[in-house]
């Protein structure tokens, strides 16, 4: 095993490390947890009430003349109805649990990218993006191509200032070095 691989930076501690971009993924897992409950609630409160209504009309299809057989059914429904709120229930725990690995799903490349532009603006041309997610590929080359481009322009740009640099007195070199700068800067919009 290599040793960059020891190092506390590559260690992986997924559990620890579950909540990497907190806002985002608070958000994505309330906004779940919200819509499954209401839901829930909605479904039960339906079926509540228009049990209620046909049941107090006479009008439910299991009604008959007989008294005790009605009073069975109703039985069978106090079975039933717990029955389903204990089945929205667990459909909400696993909406929750669903939120929680969507969220991470959506975080992870959030903060890679956010690394990655951090490290970028603090200089550091060489920062390398990748992805385990296939999905994310292109994104990635893509990112990698941006560090490529602007570190091979700056690397042209401080090798002619050295050239410059070393051939003070040479005026030519410093025009035509000067002139490659130019051209460098011109691949680039500012404006």
């Given at each position: 095993?290599?040793?960059q691989?020891?190092?506390?930076?590559?260690?992986?501690?997924?559990?620890?490390?579950?909540f990497?971009?907190?806002?985002?993924q608070?958000?994505?897992?309330?906004h779940?947890?919200?819509?499954?409950?209401?839901?829930?609630?909605?479904?039960?409160?339906?079926?509540?009430?228009?049990?209620?209504?046909?049941f107090?009309?006479?009008?439910?299809?299991?009604m008959?003349?007989?008294?005790m057989?009605?009073?069975?059914l109703?039985?069978?429904?106090s079975?039933?109805l717990?029955?389903?709120i204990v089945?929205?229930?667990?459909?909400?725990?696993?909406?929750?649990?669903?939120?929680l690995?969507?969220?991470r799903?959506?975080a992870?490349?959030?903060?890679?990218?956010?690394?990655?532009?951090?490290?970028?603006?603090?200089?550091?041309?060489n920062?390398?993006?990748?992805?385990r997610e296939?999905e994310?590929a292109?994104?990635?080359?893509?990112?990698?191509?941006?560090?490529?481009?602007y570190?091979?322009?700056l690397t042209?740009?401080?090798?002619?200032?050295?050239?410059?640099?070393?051939?003070r007195?040479?005026?030519s070199?410093?025009?035509?070095?000067?002139q490659?700068?130019?051209?460098?800067?011109?691949k680039?919009?500012?404006?």
């Open positions: 095993m290599s040793s691989h020891t190092t506390p930076e590559y260690v992986r501690k997924p559990l620890r490390n579950f990497i971009k907190k806002s985002i608070t958000r994505v897992v309330v779940l947890f919200v819509a499954m409950t209401f839901s829930a609630i909605i479904t039960t409160a339906l079926l509540s009430f228009f049990y209620l209504k046909r107090d009309g006479g009008s439910f299809y299991f008959s003349s007989n008294i057989e009605d009073l069975q109703i039985r069978v429904l079975i039933v717990p029955a389903l089945a929205e229930i667990s459909s909400i725990f696993i909406a929750l649990t669903l939120g690995f969507t969220s799903k959506i992870v490349p959030v903060y890679k990218i956010e690394r990655w532009a951090s490290r970028l603006r603090a200089g550091k041309l920062t390398y993006m990748g992805f296939k994310m292109e994104l990635s080359s893509q990112c990698n191509a941006v560090s490529e481009f570190r091979e322009l042209q740009i401080k090798n002619s200032t050295v050239l410059i640099e070393n051939n007195n040479d005026n070199t410093i025009n035509t070095q000067l490659q700068i130019k051209t460098i800067l011109d680039v919009e500012l404006d």
